[in-house]
T-cell receptor, first 112, second 112 residues
Framework: GENVEQHPSTLSVQEGDSAVIKCTYS??????FPWYKQELGKGPQLIID?????GEKKDQRIAVTLNKTAKHFSLHITETQPEDSAVYFC???????????FGKGTKLSVKP | DGGITQSPKYLFRKEGQNVTLSCEQN?????MYWYRQDPGQGLRLIYY???????QKGDIAEGYSVSREKKESFPLTVTSAQKNPTAFYLC???????????FGDGTRLSIL
């Protein structure tokens, strides 16, 4: 079955710097890749997603890139702010999988 | 305002007791999910349901039970057979198994 590896598990950056979180997946059939942000004591919220027919998607300071050949996708956050501090999860799936397969999460800390 | 409601936010269980966590959604989603979250463990799938009156075991179903009698509701029972029930439980829903999932804000279960 599908397996998703996420790195790093923790990431600390200075405010204004960029942050990159990388995920690799094992099942080449996967074609949908969402990213979630989870703040303390809350449920995860979808922040951006990408389907396998595109290589990159951007939404203001957040972007996701997908390399289908290498089976990895990455979250890029530019001009980080303290409110970006949270745990970020990547996931992968494909029609017929029935559910999302999540990475183990990355705790991002943005220092003012 | 559409969304997912989990209740209660905090729950305490005595040894040997069964407890039921509530999850209700008004998003008209077909699929619903239960996850368990432990520190540093990410999201682990307990059960999921893609349609009313049908559900499948996830990766850690032992000691848990669910029902899906209505499209809007997917309650999770933590039975006395679950020896380590202390965790943060998250419910989610989606249009289909591979579509974006929307999460509730979780129930934190503790043992007295």
């Amino acid at each position: 079955g599908e397996n998703v590896e996420q790195h790093p598990s923790t990431l600390s950056v200075q405010e204004g710097d960029s942050a990159v979180i990388k995920c690799t997946y094992s099942d080449s059939a996967s074609n949908y890749f969402p990213w979630y942000k989870q703040e303390l004591g809350k449920g995860p919220q979808l922040i951006i997603d990408i389907r396998s027919n595109v290589g990159e998607k951007k939404d203001q300071r957040i972007a996701v890139t997908l390399n289908k050949t290498a089976k990895h996708f990455s979250l890029h956050i530019t001009e980080t702010q303290p409110e970006d501090s949270a745990v970020y999860f990547c996931a992968a799936t494909w029609p017929g999988q029935g559910n999302l397969i999540f990475g183990k999460g990355t705790k991002l800390s943005v220092k003012p | 305002d559409g969304g997912i409601t989990q209740s209660p936010k905090y729950l305490f269980r005595k040894e040997g007791q069964n407890v039921t966590l509530s999850c209700e959604q008004n998003l008209n989603h077909d699929a619903m999910y239960w996850y368990r979250q432990d520190p540093g463990q990410g999201l682990r799938l307990i059960y999921y349901s893609q349609i009313v009156n049908d559900f499948q075991k996830g990766d850690i179903a032992e000691g848990y039970s669910v029902s899906r009698e209505k499209k809007e509701s997917f309650p999770l029972t933590v039975t006395s057979a679950q020896k380590n029930p202390t965790a943060f439980y998250l419910c989610a829903s989606s249009m289909e198994g591979w579509a974006p999932q929307h999460f509730g804000d979780g129930t934190r279960l503790s043992i007295l």
